[in-house]
């Protein structure tokens, strides 16, 4: 008995250099998150500092009154994750309208001498900024109830900083918080691959050398960055 995959079928129209590009964008995303959620402990990453300055933000947060600013500042978070949901849900959209008239893509290939190569192989090509893409909106949409969730955590937290609850609460709406920066975290790097991956229409070797450049813009900002000197001023050594 056989069994007919499709999908393998697509790969002889993908030159090995295709198939490499395409496994290092992926190993180049799971291996950036990685290391930027779990840094070495004498060079921790930017989201690693903010971590802790959000554990500092509730203990504050429990002898502040009124609490106006805070219940702010977090609604300026959730507003922050709906925009981007909102535009990535969008760009979803835009992508797939494109995938279905991908004639026009063959058209401007030939127009650029990029070849004439069959329209699945654009549809595919398309399909991996669209996987990037759908990740992203699933990770915002998550970050944003996580800090729906947070904000019912800190409205628990009661007034009276003397309370037994006071203080494991605020350490609960931390956690809560960071784990909701965790999924927008991971949704901004998906955008940001997402881009990359649109390089794979100019071929492999430009696919390769976005991924390259992706991951030098995060090592960046969240290894190499100016931000990061300035957290690093007020944080003790881990």
Not at 6 to 34: K, M
Not at 104 to 129: H, M, S
Not at 133 to 162: E, I
Not at 203 to 232: D, I, M, N
Request: include cysteine; glycine fraction near 8%; hydrophobic fraction near 50%.
């Amino acid at each position: 008995m056989t069994f007919d995959i499709p999908a393998l079928g697509l790969l002889p129209l993908f030159s090995p250099l295709d198939l490499w590009a395409v496994a290092c964008i992926f190993l180049g995303w799971a291996g950036i998150g990685l290391l930027i959620e779990n840094p070495p402990r004498g060079r921790p990453s930017v989201s690693s500092l903010m971590a802790r300055y959000r554990r500092e933000w509730m203990q504050v947060m429990v002898t502040r009154s009124p609490r106006i600013f805070d219940a702010q500042a977090l609604g300026t978070l959730r507003q922050g994750t709906s925009f981007f949901a909102s535009a990535t849900m969008i760009a979803i959209g835009g992508a797939l309208a494109l995938m279905g008239n991908a004639d026009q893509l063959q058209g401007l290939a030939r127009d650029l001498t990029l070849g004439a190569e069959p329209r699945i192989v654009w549809e595919v090509k398309l399909g991996l900024a669209l996987v990037f893409l759908a990740n992203a909106f699933l990770k915002f949409v998550w970050s944003h109830r996580l800090f729906g969730y947070c904000l019912v955590l800190m409205a628990s937290v009661p007034n009276d900083p003397n309370d037994p609850r006071a203080l494991p609460r605020a350490a609960q709406a931390a956690e809560v918080n960071i784990t909701a920066v965790r999924g927008f975290n991971r949704g901004l790097r998906s955008i940001y691959f997402a881009m990359g991956a649109l390089a794979w229409m100019l071929g492999a070797p430009a696919l390769l050398a976005a991924t390259a450049l992706t991951l030098g813009v995060l090592w960046r900002r969240e290894f190499a960055s100016q931000s990061r000197q300035v957290l690093l001023r007020d944080t003790p050594s881990p």
